[in-house]
């Protein structure tokens, strides 16, 4: 059987590498060199996959987590990694179960994919411009920026529409919508929020870790715990990330953070007394800067329009309460989400309810498939997202006929 993949990324290197043993694979690509998107993944590093169960891979999907049911039990994060040291790519575990090569260098995954889909014909620096299928010949017909093919079945991998540098530019929407399928609007996802409050410039740089970011977007309560940072427009780092996947479809938004999640308002009250006895004839902004950083603190007394140079022990009761207050639910100015370019992937694509979720085939065209991030499927930073590519690539591969 001849069949052509239209993308040599990671979900199209994949299940080129698995149907080439058994089939006349061509793989195409408009860039120049294959796994371009891959190279820049992980700061460089490639995050391949989390070492994790197929349970925590599911909590940690946010769109499409009951379509990657089935194809997540037939390719786990372990088989993942056992495939990869198969081949001779020795791995590492780190922080949060993120998988590195030991090398720390995306090329060697790249490489190793590049090895295991060797049966296949890659064409780069060609495009593929247009598809459609031929009844009378029962064949797809394949228009390039080169030539005309003829192929038996078509899986489209041409991921999402982030990094378009790297050639993401939403060809396989295109495609997927000639074919009558519909596309899940495309939004940004893990990528930093954009506030309209006049201090953030003052703040750039700053990092908070061991805090909440807390929301309430459309009436839904969200909150992530964990490390943060100022930007120059806004708010980014893990938490941050990880809200605008959950907020990036919502109309109405609040943000909020607290500064110190682990404690009840009760016991941080008890502690601003004790705070202010052991501090009565300091300034206001060294005691602030017990509980901040010092250019967060600033911050706080503005909003609460306390000199910086008042003592302590005018430090007011009502001033107090208010002090506690904002500590426990710092309110910013939610403006919009960086764009889709900042974004580290897609959030959106083709709709899952037309797709096979055992097997990627279009439910509207027998013989197309559609694998990795073109489709409506978007996870949490930490391996995830290449971790549903890998999967998706394997249950076409396997189920292809």
Not at 228 to 251: K, V
């Amino acid at each position: 059987m001849k069949i052509a993949i239209i993308g040599a990324g990671a979900s199209g290197l994949f299940a080129g590498g698995i149907l080439s043993q058994r089939h006349e694979v061509t793989i195409f690509d408009k860039n120049e060199k294959c796994g371009k998107k891959l190279y820049i993944t992980g700061k460089g590093r490639c995050n391949l996959t989390n070492n994790c169960s197929q349970e925590q891979f599911l909590s940690n999907t946010v769109n499409g987590n009951k379509f990657m049911f089935s194809s997540i039990h037939q390719l786990s994060p372990q088989n993942i990694i056992d495939f990869f040291e198969q081949l001779g790519l020795k791995t590492k575990t780190e922080r949060g179960g993120r998988v590195f090569p030991i090398s720390d260098k995306s090329s060697d995954v790249i490489k190793i994919l590049q090895k295991f889909g060797g049966k296949c014909q890659i064409k780069l620096n060609e495009e593929v411009l247009d598809f459609c299928f031929v009844v009378s010949e029962n064949l797809f017909k394949i228009l390039t920026s080169k030539a005309v093919y003829y192929f038996d079945r078509v899986i489209v991998a041409t991921g999402g529409q982030t990094y378009s540098s790297t050639g993401s530019s939403g060809d396989g929407y295109k495609f997927a919508k000639a074919f009558g399928h519909k596309i899940m609007p495309i939004k940004p996802a893990l990528v930093p929020i954009e506030l309209g409050d006049k201090f953030i410039k003052q703040l750039q740089g700053v990092t908070l870790k061991n805090v909440s970011l807390n929301a309430i977007a459309d009436g839904k309560k969200l909150s992530f715990f964990g490390e943060m940072l100022f930007t120059n427009r806004g708010i980014s780092g893990p938490i941050a990330l990880t809200m605008s996947s959950f907020i990036n479809r919502a109309e109405n938004i609040e943000l909020a953070i607290d500064f110190k999640p682990a404690l009840t308002k009760e016991i941080l009250e008890k502690r601003v007394l004790k705070d202010i006895q052991n501090t009565s004839n300091k300034t206001m902004a060294n005691f602030v800067s017990l509980y901040l950083p010092r250019s967060v603190g600033e911050v706080l007394l503005q909003r609460l329009k306390i000199d910086s140079h008042q003592k302590v022990n005018e430090f007011t009761s009502n001033e107090r309460k208010d002090f506690i207050a904002l500590i426990k639910n710092f309110t910013l100015n939610f403006k919009r989400l960086y764009p889709l370019e900042s974004g580290i992937v897609t959030s959106g694509g083709v709709e899952l309810d037309q797709i096979n979720p055992k097997t990627m085939e279009s439910k509207l065209q027998k013989g197309l498939y559609f694998i990795g991030e073109v489709l409506a499927v978007d996870c949490l930073t930490g391996g995830y997202n290449l971790t549903s590519a890998f999967a998706t690539a394997y249950s076409c591969a396997v189920n292809l006929n």
